[in-house]
């Protein structure tokens, strides 16, 4: 199967930071650390993993939110890390992103159409008919009434300020959309709605989508590959049937096995791991997993397994396959 063409290219992608801890002094938190990935034009790229792996901080080094420690982003053949404030700002257009919590991420002082208005403003854009045209049908596109232009953040439901922060991020007309928990906040009907709405704008307007979330059963409903992340780099990465139906990462298993059945009387084995995660400041300094695995083996504890190709479109980072896969970047 050919692959689509690639938006982003990552390689080696670090960020860490140095934190001052009390009795120990400065140490370094790794964040997201050596992550290198291709993320196709067009599809669905499902981020998940327990909190504090690193999901949002990756997403947001890749937007050059966050200046990263080092690595790549390549975007035409480009490395954005390389480019002035001026050429980052004009490339700010094609990347957006939509917040997790709305209440937070929206200006309370300001109203519904001029939240939606500001991206054009800074970026100095004047679409035909007007930016207050363009703003009444943005909102019409992710199912806001024309009323709600007038309102502020207050005065509106969880569902609807998320979809007040999609309209924001669809104002510049991006290519790629960093989507970090958009769902979590909202209630399990309004979150379904979210959803159709998103995959619906990504047909419509052909856009690229990072989905990171920790509910693997909403990632399963949206992406078309899953990458599985544990203290900063990636377990496992493949299309969301081949994850679903055949995972090899041992971390893999456990997080499936902890999904509950839709049927009742459906029978799963749960896989509990021992022990707590490690923090990011004492992580293995082997396979970063080693220390909860199930499967763990003598070289696991002092060398990282690189990441191997097991079957088409499915890499996973694990000893137990280093000698049956092909060695790839993903």
């Known amino acids: 199967m050919q692959s689509p063409p690639v938006l982003l290219k990552i390689d080696s992608l670090s960020k860490h930071f140095l934190v001052k801890q009390k009795g120990h002094g400065k140490r370094t938190l790794k964040a997201v650390d050596k992550i290198s990935l291709d993320i196709y034009k067009g599809e669905t790229l499902g981020l998940v993993g327990e909190s504090g792996c690193g999901k949002s901080t990756l997403g947001r080094t890749i937007l050059n939110l966050h200046s990263p420690t080092s690595g790549v982003v390549s975007y035409q053949g480009q490395n954005i890390f390389e480019k002035s404030a001026k050429e980052m700002k004009a490339l700010r257009k094609k990347f957006q992103i939509v917040f997790q919590d709305p209440s937070a991420s929206l200006n309370p002082r300001k109203t519904i159409a001029a939240i939606i208005k500001d991206p054009m403003i800074v970026h100095g854009i004047e679409p035909e008919g007007g930016r207050d045209k363009r703003v009444l049908e943005l909102m019409e596109m992710v199912g806001l009434a024309a009323y709600h232009a007038k309102r502020y953040p207050h005065e509106l439901s969880g569902g609807q300020k998320q979809r007040v922060g999609i309209a924001r991020a669809l104002s510049l007309n991006p290519e790629f959309i960093v989507c970090d928990e958009a769902v979590s906040a909202l209630d399990v009907s309004v979150q379904a709605q979210v959803i159709n709405l998103l995959q619906d704008l990504q047909k419509k307007l052909g856009l690229t989508y990072l989905f990171i979330s920790h509910n693997l ?65 004492d992580a293995p300094a082997g396979c970063k997993f080693s220390s909860r695995c199930p499967k763990v083996m003598d070289i696991c504890h002092h060398t990282e397994p690189p990441l191997v190709k097991m079957e088409e479109m499915h890499s996973v980072a694990c000893h137990l396959y280093v000698d049956k896969g092909a060695l790839n970047d993903i």
């Open 217 to 281: 059963n909403v990632v399963y409903q949206v992406s078309d590959r899953v990458v599985v992340m544990y203290l900063g780099q990636i377990m496992e990465c493949a299309t969301y049937n081949g994850l679903y139906e055949k995972p090899f990462h041992p971390y893999t298993q456990a997080l499936l096995s902890a999904i509950l059945p839709v049927d009742a009387d459906e029978k799963t084995k749960r896989i509990h791991l021992e022990g707590d995660v490690p923090t990011p400041f």
